[in-house]
């Protein structure tokens, strides 16, 4: 079995703090709460890498370019300067 990453750590440890702040609530949408909160500071920072060319971006994510562009419209993103 592979050593947990640095990232996987970070991610539990968020986790784990989200569910001693909800104090006896109920937890809701989990997933989507840890993708948005991720996915907009990754595609940023992988953009700012590329200096906005989204070819590169692209390619350093594993996605398309048509599906980087898309999950940057939906984030408010424009050409990594955000």
Do not use: C
Request: proline share 2%.
């Amino acid at each position: 079995m592979s050593e947990e990453s640095e990232l996987a750590r970070s991610v539990r440890r968020a986790i784990d703090g989200y569910f001693r702040d909800l104090d006896g609530g109920k937890p809701h949408a989990l997933y989507d709460l840890v993708i948005q909160s991720v996915e907009r500071p990754m595609l940023q920072s992988v953009l700012e890498r590329a200096s906005g060319n989204q070819s590169r971006a692209a390619a350093i994510l594993g996605l398309n370019r048509n599906t980087l562009r898309k999950k940057m419209r939906e984030h408010g993103l424009d050409g990594g300067r955000q």
